[in-house]
């Protein structure tokens, strides 16, 4: 890329947007580059500036602010709401008129999910269906229904028309909660979402529970596995210097700098580290609150059908997703936290749940 290369990132004060800015922030090609945030907090706005991040104050629904921005980027890193169509849409109309006035295809790295290889296991069965991210024929058998399914086409369609290089990053279940200079400055969201749902109904009922028997499987990955190490210099062809730190997005973007990341149909990448029984975490809390003397059981007891009236997501915590993270390990990710630390993280969240809610 170019001196001055233009970066537009939204979700930047979400728990994985946060840690994509640190690292963009710590990135050798970051005093070349001129980074803007979609900020929807006004009172944020001067905590970016502190840390040489411009803002445009907006929401993903302010579609003609993304559209526009997006037309002066060269790159797109989307890490907000990855089923929102409309705002999808406002940014491909962006890096397409970005293409037609330089004549260059910008570059997008959207965020996805391995929600989108979920069953309906509903806790009572594991599937032995794993994807794998290299095995595009597989993944092209996903059906249009899938959960992230319809943004994730967009995507792919713009990279096949040419006006833009695209990238799908598929976290799985993220873990552990965030730390370090964005989180102190009050920007970045620490928390992740599918296990403190698990935590938050626990504290509310008095007690761990289970879906159905637990019995399904998702894959899993730290959020400071962002020490995640490269491989060694001399396995990567056309290699150069680069950071030997970057999470599993950085390791994609220095491959797109590069020139060697795979994109469009070729350019999905999962993000997983092992994968857990979801019983197995279920476990650990009921446990946890026990300790903690928030709960009357370390064997999680079953929800109730009110408890999913109230709470639909843990309806979703009961899917199976399986998959194989092949793809950005060929690229040099390096990815060191197991499930162990997985189980592991799971009472300090509890504890941060309890002084969070005020309970």
């Keep these: 890329m170019s001196t001055g290369t233009k970066i537009f990132i939204t979700g930047a004060t979400g728990y994985i947007g946060g840690a994509v800015l640190s690292r963009l922030l710590e990135h050798k090609t970051a005093a070349s580059s001129k980074i803007t945030a979609l900020v929807r907090d006004t009172t944020k706005v001067p905590k970016f500036e502190s840390i040489g991040v411009k803002t445009l104050v907006g929401s993903l629904s302010d579609l003609d602010k993304l559209e526009q921005e997006a037309s002066e980027s060269d790159i797109v890193f989307a890490c907000a709401n ?34 989108v290889l979920v069953d309906d296991a509903g806790g009572m069965f594991a599937t032995d269906t794993i994807y794998d991210d290299i095995n595009v024929e597989q993944l092209e058998t996903l059906p249009d229904t899938q959960p992230h399914r319809n943004v994730d086409l967009l995507v792919i369609e713009a990279d096949k028309q040419g006006y833009a290089k695209t990238h799908i990053i598929l976290p799985s279940t993220i873990y552990s909660l965030a730390t370090g200079r964005l989180v102190d400055l009050g920007i970045q969201n620490p928390r992740s979402i599918q296990i403190p749902v698990l935590i938050k109904a626990g504290l509310e009922r008095g007690q761990g529970g289970v879906v159905g028997l637990g019995k399904n499987l998702w894959p899993n990955v730290h959020i400071d596995d962002s ?133």
């Design 82 to 115: 990855a089923d929102d169509v409309l705002a999808c849409k406002a940014i491909l109309a962006g890096l397409k008129k970005r293409h037609e006035a330089t004549g260059r295809a910008p570059i997008l790295i959207h965020t996805s999910g391995t929600g």
């Design 227 to 359: 020490k995640w190490e490269l491989a060694a210099l001399s396995d990567l062809q056309n290699s150069f210097s680069i950071s030997l730190v970057g999470d599993l997005y950085i390791v994609v973007y220095d491959a797109v700098l590069r020139g060697t990341a795979g994109h469009g149909r070729e350019g999905l990448y999962f993000g997983e580290n092992g994968e857990h029984l979801l019983y197995d975490v279920q476990r650990a809390i009921a446990e946890a609150l026990v300790q903690l003397g928030r709960g009357h059981s370390p064997v999680p007891t079953p929800f109730t059908e009110e408890e999913y009236k109230r709470m639909p997501y843990l309806r979703h915590l009961g899917r199976n997703s399986r998959c194989h993270a092949k793809r950005a390990r060929a690229l040099g990710w390096r990815p060191r936290y197991t499930t162990k630390d997985l189980l592991e993280s799971i009472k300090p969240e509890v504890e941060a749940s309890i002084k969070r809610l005020n309970l």
